[in-house]
C-alpha cells in the first residue's frame, strides 16, 4: 500500500493531483444548502494566499503583530519546554514562515539543537519557505514535509527519535468550528508521542468594535479576499460570477462568539458554473457563508485542551493580551515513555 505522505528532499518534488473534482464537489454541495455556504480552505489560491499576506501587513488586523510579538519576546520561555534536548520544531500549515523566522533565529541564536520541519498540503509553499530557509538561515537543518498533518507527524515520529515541539501558529484553529477543532485537535494528538509539545495560536475574544475593524478593513483588502473565492471559482471552474452583484459583509456572532464572513448577493441572479454543468440562483440580499473566525477565552482554551488529551503548560501573550500563543503537553495516560 503506498504511504499517504511524501517527505521533501527540496528537489525531490512529484506532480501535484488534481483537486479540481472535490473543489467543484464542494461548491456544489455547499451552493445547494438552504444556507449557501463555501468553505473557507478555498480561499487560498494563488491569489488569495497573496491577499493574506496583504492582510496580515494591515494595521486593523492586530493578530499577525500580536503574534510576532509573543515570538520575538518570548523565545526563552518557549525554549524551556525542550530542556536542553534535542527536538524537532513542526510548522502545522507553514505558509511564508514570516513569524517563524524570529523564533528561529532566537534558537539558532542561543545555540539549541534543533531540526525546523515545515509541513503543509501546499507543495508550492513548502517548496518556497525552504529555499528562503536556505538562503537565510545556512546552519538551519531543514526537513520540509508536504503531506496532511496527522500522516506527516506520524512519519516524523517514527522517522526520529527526538522529541516533538509542534506549533500551530495565527489563529487557524479558530476557522474551525468547535466540533471540528477537537477532531482536528484529537486527530493531531494521535500523531504525537506522550510529553511532545504542542504551542497553539488564539485569538481572544475583546472589544467588538476591533473586531469588525480587523475583518472590515479600510483598504478593502478583505472584501478582495472573500471575493477572491468567486473570482476562483470563474477562474477554475468555469463560474460567471459578476463579482460587482456581491458585496463582503463581516459580523461578529455574540453567542457564537466568532467572526463570520459573507458574501451578500445584491440583485437576484442566476449564475452557471460550467464545470458542474448548471446555474445557482441568488435572491436580493442572500448571503453566502464564507469563513468563520472563532475568538477564545483562556477558558474556551483550557477545555479545548483536555477534551483533546492535552495538558495546558503556560499561556504566552502580546503586551495588549489580545492574543495567546498557548504550550501544551501530549498526555497519554498508560503510556509507557
Ligand atoms: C487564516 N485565518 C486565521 C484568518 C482569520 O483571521 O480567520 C483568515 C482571515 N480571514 C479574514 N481575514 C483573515
Known amino acids: 500500500m503506498s504511504a499517504s505522505y511524501k517527505i521533501i528532499d527540496h528537489e525531490d518534488f512529484a506532480d501535484t493531483f488534481s483537486d479540481i473534482h472535490a473543489f467543484a464537489l464542494d461548491v456544489l454541495v455547499g451552493l445547494c444548502e438552504p444556507r449557501k455556504s463555501l468553505p473557507s480552505k478555498y480561499f487560498y489560491d494563488t491569489k488569495g494566499s497573496e491577499l493574506f499576506t496583504a492582510i496580515t501587513e494591515l494595521p486593523e488586523y492586530y493578530l499577525t503583530g500580536c503574534e510576532r510579538e509573543i515570538l520575538e519576546t518570548k523565545g526563552d520561555e518557549i525554549a524551556g519546554f525542550v530542556q536542553g534536548e534535542a527536538f524537532n520544531l513542526v510548522e502545522l500549515g507553514a505558509g511564508d514562515g514570516r513569524k517563524t523566522k524570529v523564533l528561529l533565529k532566537y534558537l539558532l541564536d542561543n545555540g539549541y539543537d534543533f531540526r525546523y520541519v515545515p509541513l503543509d498540503i501546499s507543495e508550492a509553499a513548502i517548496d518556497g519557505l525552504v529555499g528562503t530557509l536556505r538562503t537565510e538561515f545556512p546552519n538551519l537543518e531543514v526537513r520540509g514535509l508536504v503531506s496532511d498533518y496527522h500522516d506527516g507527524l506520524k512519519w516524523l515520529n517514527n522517522r526520529y527519535k527526538e522529541k516533538t515541539f509542534a506549533m500551530l501558529l495565527g489563529s487557524s484553529v479558530g476557522n474551525f468550528g468547535p466540533a471540528e477543532a477537537r477532531k482536528f485537535l484529537r486527530n493531531v494528538w494521535s500523531a504525537l508521542d506522550e510529553g511532545d509539545n504542542m504551542l497553539v495560536g488564539f485569538d481572544l475574544k475583546k472589544d467588538i ?129
Open 209 to 337: 468594535e476591533l473586531l469588525l475593524w480587523a475583518y472590515n478593513d479600510r483598504q478593502g483588502v478583505t472584501r478582495e479576499f472573500n471575493l477572491n473565492i468567486l473570482k476562483r471559482i470563474n477562474r477554475e471552474l468555469g463560474g460567471q460570477f459578476d463579482i460587482e452583484n456581491f458585496r463582503h459583509y463581516g459580523t461578529y456572532d455574540v453567542l457564537s462568539g466568532a467572526m463570520e464572513s459573507y458574501l451578500v448577493s445584491l440583485v437576484h441572479q442566476s449564475v452557471l458554473i460550467k464545470e458542474i454543468g448548471r446555474s445557482f440562483d441568488f435572491a436580493p440580499w442572500e448571503p453566502i457563508h464564507t469563513e468563520y473566525s472563532y475568538k477564545y477565552l483562556i477558558e474556551d482554551i483550557e477545555s479545548l485542551a483536555s477534551q483533546t488529551g492535552f495538558v495546558v503548560e503556560k499561556h504566552l501573550f502580546d503586551s495588549k493580551r489580545f492574543f495567546a500563543d498557548s504550550i501544551w503537553r501530549v498526555h497519554k495516560p498508560g503510556s509507557d515513555s
